[in-house]
C-alpha cells in the first residue's frame, strides 16, 4: 500500500524560509497526483493553501508557493511569521476518487 | 459566504450507529461534489469519502467501505454520512468539505463535529 509521508516536524526562524515536502513511499509525486497543501491550527478546521500543485486558494498571502522539487511536491514559505507555527497537511489523488493524506508536519517558528 | 454547518456527532457505543450532518448556507449545495475527512485525536487527517453533486458516484476509504454510507439531499442542502458498525478507531472530528473534482482539492471546510465511539 502506498503511503503519503511529510515531515513529522520543522522549524525556521522569523523572517526565514521553509520548505515541506510530501512523497510516496513508492514511486515520484507529479502534477498528476494533484498535490494539494492545508493548513491547520490546533482545534480549528483546516485551511486550504495551494492545490493543483501551485494555485493559491483566495486569499492565501503570496508567500505560500507550491512545486514539485525531484520527485515530491513541495510547500515552501518564505518571510516565516509567527502565526504560520502550525501544522501543514498534503494530498495527493490516487485515482479512483482516492485522495491520501500525508501524516502531516509540525511547523515551529523559532 | 459559503458556510459548511456539521452535528449529528456524539457519544455511540462500539457496534452502534451514528448520522452526521452537513448544511451548506450560502450557497447552493448541488453544485458542488462532497467529501468527509476525519480526524482522530491528537493525529492527522484522513479522507473518508466523496460524492457527486447528483449523488450518482460515491468513494470510500477503504477503513470505512462497508459500513459508512455517503448521501445527499440538495432539496434540503444536505450532506449525510450514515456510519454503522461504528469501532473505538473510527472516533474523531469529522468534518465535511466542498471536493473540487477538477483538481481534486478539498475548497471550503466545516468546522467538524465529534464522533466518540467508547462504551
Known amino acids: 500500500q502506498t503511503v503519503v509521508t511529510q515531515e513529522p516536524s520543522f522549524s525556521v526562524s522569523p523572517g526565514g524560509t521553509v520548505t515541506l515536502t510530501c512523497a510516496l513511499t513508492?514511486?515520484?509525486?507529479?502534477?498528476?497526483?494533484?498535490p494539494s497543501w492545508y493548513q491547520q491550527t490546533p482545534g480549528q478546521a483546516p485551511r486550504t493553501l495551494i492545490y493543483?500543485?501551485?494555485t493559491r486558494s483566495s486569499g492565501v498571502p503570496d508567500r505560500f508557493s507550491g512545486s514539485i522539487l525531484g520527485n515530491k511536491a513541495a510547500l515552501t514559505i518564505t518571510g516565516a511569521q509567527a502565526d504560520d507555527e502550525c501544522d501543514y497537511y498534503c494530498v495527493l489523488y490516487m485515482g479512483s476518487g482516492i485522495s491520501v493524506f500525508g501524516g502531516g508536519t509540525k511547523l515551529t517558528v523559532l | 459566504e459559503m458556510q459548511l454547518l456539521e452535528s449529528g456527532g456524539g457519544l455511540v457505543q462500539p457496534g452502534g450507529s451514528l448520522r452526521l450532518s452537513c448544511v451548506g448556507s450560502g450557497f447552493i449545495i448541488s453544485y458542488y461534489a462532497m467529501s468527509w475527512v476525519r480526524q482522530a485525536p491528537g493525529t492527522g487527517l484522513e479522507w473518508v469519502s466523496d460524492i457527486s453533486s447528483s449523488g450518482d458516484r460515491r468513494h470510500y476509504a477503504d477503513s470505512v467501505k462497508g459500513r459508512f454510507t455517503v448521501s445527499r439531499d440538495n432539496s434540503k442542502n444536505t450532506l449525510y454520512l450514515q456510519m454503522d458498525s461504528l469501532r473505538a478507531e473510527d472516533t474523531a472530528v469529522y468534518y465535511c468539505?466542498?471536493?473540487?473534482?477538477?483538481?481534486?482539492?478539498?475548497?471550503?471546510w466545516g468546522q467538524g463535529t465529534l464522533v466518540t465511539v467508547a462504551s
Open positions: 468539505a466542498i471536493v473540487r473534482w477538477t483538481s481534486y482539492y478539498f475548497e471550503s
Open positions: 493543483n500543485t501551485n
Open positions: 513508492s514511486g515520484s509525486v507529479s502534477p498528476s497526483f494533484y
